[in-house]
């Protein structure tokens, strides 16, 4: 993948910097190309154009990324008719939630995910169990404990309420007059059963649906991304200007920038220009006590291969291109809590922290790195950083430079107009 190569043109540069053995410590005698070149390759101007999906041929169809936007606000998938996508992923919050753990028709034992960007991700969910985008939004319409409702409902909904607006993007919609209205393979008992008992074809025909609706979510998705932060504006005038600018960051935020590529080595793990190498690895993140262990992406590496939505699955567009399934390594040690380096960007918007909001303050997060604690279970792969009061704050100031608006059409941002209409209003 191309935006692979640059992450490691990225890690490159920075090694080299540092290899001048100064990086933290003096600003004169850093050769200033690469300590530019190792800032830049922090910057959204840095970022490559998102790759298309080959495994949803909508990805980039306008309909279908409507569809996705009302979708994503529509109550009506969900078992109580209570919960939508924004209800946890909500716009004004950087769509996510600001709760330690994720409220839906139940509490699950995970924090909320923001959106932007994540169409560049290879492996969605914090053990990265999912390798699309429509694949993922399947999960959760599916799960006992947040929309809590079964594909046969799903199709119900479409073909009541979105009917025309999905037979012009996927085709005709089948009949399921005689579709029971609680079936699936995922929800409770007497769901499942029922699902066992439809045959073949109409199962078929509930899951195209089902996979549909997941397409045009994350067609929906894909446009949003983050907006130009202070820091990107930072690296903009240092090019523009040939010298590092004075005016545009506080002297303690350049000095937090060469703490997070020198002596705090974030970059190992949150480098390019989303921050994230889009990984998995172990920080030795302390458990939540009400929580059984969740041992991240050692357990998530069958599932996504196996999963019935792979890039490899039958509802997959992408006739066998999964350059990420196909290489997947085998689960081992390093795997053992691991979890998915998250973003970087907007960070400061959306506290609390880590995959279980174990973390409600920056410093917070801080204090655990330069402590580097053994991990609950598996080797964190941290060691402490010694770093003082003051560096801990200038690594903050620094974080907190990476804070700018959303990107993609302004619609996309917010709830969208005729929310909780339908679509044939009227009827
Ligand atoms: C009950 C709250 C809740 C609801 C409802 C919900 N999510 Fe999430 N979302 C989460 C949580 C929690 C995670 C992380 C879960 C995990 O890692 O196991 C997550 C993760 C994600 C991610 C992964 C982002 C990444 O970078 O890997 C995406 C994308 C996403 N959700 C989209 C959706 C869509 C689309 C819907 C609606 C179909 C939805 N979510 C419904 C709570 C929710
Ligand atoms: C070995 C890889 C690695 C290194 C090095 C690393 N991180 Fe992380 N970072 C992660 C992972 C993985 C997570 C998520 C862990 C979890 O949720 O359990 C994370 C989470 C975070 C978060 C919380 C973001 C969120 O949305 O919850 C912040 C902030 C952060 N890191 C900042 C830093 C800073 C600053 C440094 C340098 C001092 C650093 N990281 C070094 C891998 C790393």
Redesign the pocket.
């Known amino acids: 993948m191309t935006l692979r190569t640059v992450l490691l043109l990225g890690v490159a540069a920075v090694a080299s910097l540092l290899g001048s053995g100064h990086a933290a410590a003096s600003d004169s005698r850093e050769p200033p190309d690469a300590l530019f070149q190792a800032a830049f390759d922090l910057s959204l101007e840095a970022l490559e154009p998102l790759p298309p999906d080959a495994s949803n041929r909508w990805a980039d169809d306008e309909r279908a990324a409507d569809l996705g936007h009302r979708l ?1 606000f529509d109550t009506r ?1 969900s078992a109580n008719g209570r ?3 924004a ?3 909500d716009p004004k919050r950087q769509f996510q ?1 600001s709760v330690p753990l ?3 028709v139940g509490t ?1 034992s ?6 932007a960007a ?1 169409a560049y ?1 290879p ?5 990265g169990r999912k390798d699309s ?1 429509w694949a ?2 399947l999960g ?2 599916e799960s006992a ?3 809590g409702g079964t594909r046969a409902r799903y199709a119900q909904v479409i073909s009541k309420h979105y009917r025309a607006d999905y037979e012009r993007i996927f085709g005709t919609l089948p009949d399921l007059q005689n579709a029971p209205p609680e079936a699936g393979p995922a929800a409770d008992q007497k769901a499942r059963a029922a699902w066992q008992r439809l045959p073949s074809g109409t199962r078929d025909a509930i899951t195209e649906i089902f996979v549909n609706v997941g397409k045009a ?1 994350a067609s929906y ?1 894909r446009r949003i991304q983050y907006g130009p932060s202070r820091y990107d504006r930072f690296v903009s005038a240092w090019k523009a200007n040939g010298t590092l600018p004075r005016d545009v960051l506080t002297s303690d935020e350049v000095a937090g920038l060469k703490l997070f590529m020198g002596k705090g080595n974030c970059v190992r793990c949150h480098n390019g220009p989303l921050l994230t190498n889009n990984e998995f690895h172990n920080t030795g993140v302390p458990r939540r006590q009400e929580l059984p262990d969740d041992r991240g992406r050692i357990a998530a590496i069958a599932a996504v291969m196996y999963d019935e939505f792979n890039c490899r699955s039958r509802w997959s567009d992408a006739g066998g291109r999964c350059p990420e399934l196909n290489v997947l390594s085998a689960p081992g040690p390093e795997h053992e809590r691991a979890f ?1 380096v998250p973003s970087l960007r907007n960070v400061a918007e959306r506290a609390p922290y880590m ?1 279980a909001g174990q973390f409600s303050t920056l410093a917070e997060v801080l204090k655990h790195y330069n402590r580097a604690p053994t991990a609950p279970l598996g080797r964190t792969e941290l060691k402490p950083l010694k770093l003082g009061a003051g560096e801990l704050r200038q690594l903050e100031a620094f974080l907190r430079t990476l804070s700018g608006d959303l990107a993609g059409p302004e619609k996309y941002l917010r709830a969208p107009d005729e929310q909780g209409k339908s679509v044939e209003q009227g009827k």
């Open positions: 994503f998938l919960v939508s996508c209800s946890c992923h939630d994720a409220q839906g699950t995970r924090r909320t995910m923001p959106i994540s991700s492996f969605l969910f914090w053990d985008q993922q939004a959760p319409l404990v947040e929309h979510i998705e998915k995959h």
